[in-house]
């Protein structure tokens, strides 16, 4: 294996928060999550002579991010895992930088990530990687090895079926 150039690794590097956030979403604890980044880093790095130069570095990454997840974690996400403190883990925040406001604010956070954990997957993911991380849809799509108007499509659906599960926070 022959090392990945210094400026591919570079430009690589600069997306750690974003793939690191991304990690948290999926595996939902700070060690897999940092797992899982390492692992995309080593896959990015041995197989950057396949990065296609002026393509977009950043949606390569986090497709190898979500395969590895697919591929490694996704039998422990089956299993109903329970913290240390009695806690379930599926309640780990997905929007690690959430204010901590008021109680109302906190109660909000909390009925909106619960809301997009009963979303199928690919709904979830199609929608954080859009609205949250900001990815273009081209690069949406290419992370989730579909077409653009799949992923338009599971933007409108996932948006849909929030708007049925938090129907209590309508303006009245």
């Known amino acids: 294996?022959?090392?990945?150039?210094?400026?591919?690794?570079r430009e690589a590097l600069e997306h750690l928060d974003a793939l690191y956030n991304f990690a948290m979403y999926l595996a939902r604890r700070p060690a897999d999550a940092e797992d899982l980044v390492q692992e995309t880093y080593l896959r990015a790095f041995r197989f950057s002579h396949r990065f296609q130069p002026g393509t977009h570095l950043r949606a390569w990454l986090f497709q190898?991010?979500?395969?590895?997840?697919?591929?490694?974690?996704?039998?422990?996400?089956?299993?109903?895992?329970?913290?240390?403190?009695?806690?379930?883990?599926?309640?780990?925040?997905v929007f690690h930088e959430a204010p901590?406001?008021?109680?109302?604010?906190?109660?909000?956070?909390?009925?909106?990530?619960r809301a997009l954990r009963r979303l199928p997957e690919e709904f979830r993911t199609v929608l954080l990687l859009a609205e949250?991380?900001?990815?273009?849809?081209?690069?949406?799509?290419?992370?989730?090895?579909?077409?653009?108007?799949?992923?338009?499509?599971?933007?409108?659906?996932?948006?849909?079926?929030?708007?049925?599960?938090?129907?209590?926070?309508?303006?009245r």
Request: a negative charge; proline letters at 8%; aromatic letters at 8%.
């Open 100 to 113: 901590d406001d008021d109680a109302a604010t906190v109660e909000a956070h909390t009925d909106l990530e």
């Open 64 to 93: 190898i991010l979500r395969n590895t997840f697919l591929t490694f974690y996704r039998v422990r996400e089956r299993e109903t895992a329970v913290a240390e403190d009695g806690v379930p883990e599926w309640d780990v925040p």
């Open 132 to 171: 949250v991380e900001g990815l273009p849809l081209e690069e949406v799509a290419q992370v989730m090895a579909c077409p653009v108007g799949t992923v338009k499509s599971r933007i409108f659906r996932a948006k849909e079926r929030l708007r049925a599960l938090l129907r209590d926070y309508e303006p």
């Open 1 to 9: 294996m022959t090392p990945a150039p210094a400026d591919f690794q």
